[in-house]
């Protein structure tokens, strides 16, 4: 076995990181550049801050991988589909254009996980990017890329198969786009977006 260790230092100024133990994204606290760690080293990721909805006090910020594009079915089959039934075999209608795949990019069970992902990928939230705020670093990113593309697979299942039509196999492609890295506000209960 190989281990590699990796400098946690900033990709811009060396500053070091702070980084909680699981923790796979972090912000410089010197002149605020993100990395995510991967195993060849750190590599440049950038964040976006969602605008919280007016009137609103976040008291948590949770980041959240959103992969953009479009989820294309190859194949979708059902069990006692009877034909005569318009559409019934037809993929989810949110697949028919661009959209972002959704998953949670701080630790969750993976039912919770699952339940926050398809919502908000169900729910296609109009986000607009706001500015960091001050003195809240950006915290809990546990969630690897790698890990956040098998999650949004499961996104995906769980939307079909939530249909009424008893889903048997599904074949499908996920969005190509550039993973996005989004930290959007909470009051604790729920996500308090624009």
Known sequence: MTVHLVALKCLQCEYPLPAEPDEVVCACPQCGRTARLEAEGLV????????????????RWLPFWALPGRVVI?????QG???????????????????RLWVPAFGLSLDLAKNWGV?????????????????????????ALEDARKLAEFVVLSIEAERP???????????DGTPELWVLPSDGNQLVIA
């Open 119 to 143: 919502s908000l990928t169900r729910a296609q939230p109009a986000l607009r990017p706001g500015p960091a705020p001050p003195d809240v670093p950006l915290r809990g990113c546990v969630v």
């Open 44 to 59: 440049a990721q950038p964040v976006t801050w969602a605008e919280p909805r007016a009137g609103a006090t976040p008291a």
């Open 81 to 99: 589909f009877r034909p005569t039934l318009p559409g019934m075999q037809a993929a989810d209608p949110l697949w028919q254009q661009a959209t």
């Open 165 to 175: 039509d008893m889903l048997s196999s599904i074949a499908f492609t996920l969005p």
């Open 74 to 78: 190859t194949s979708r089959e059902t």
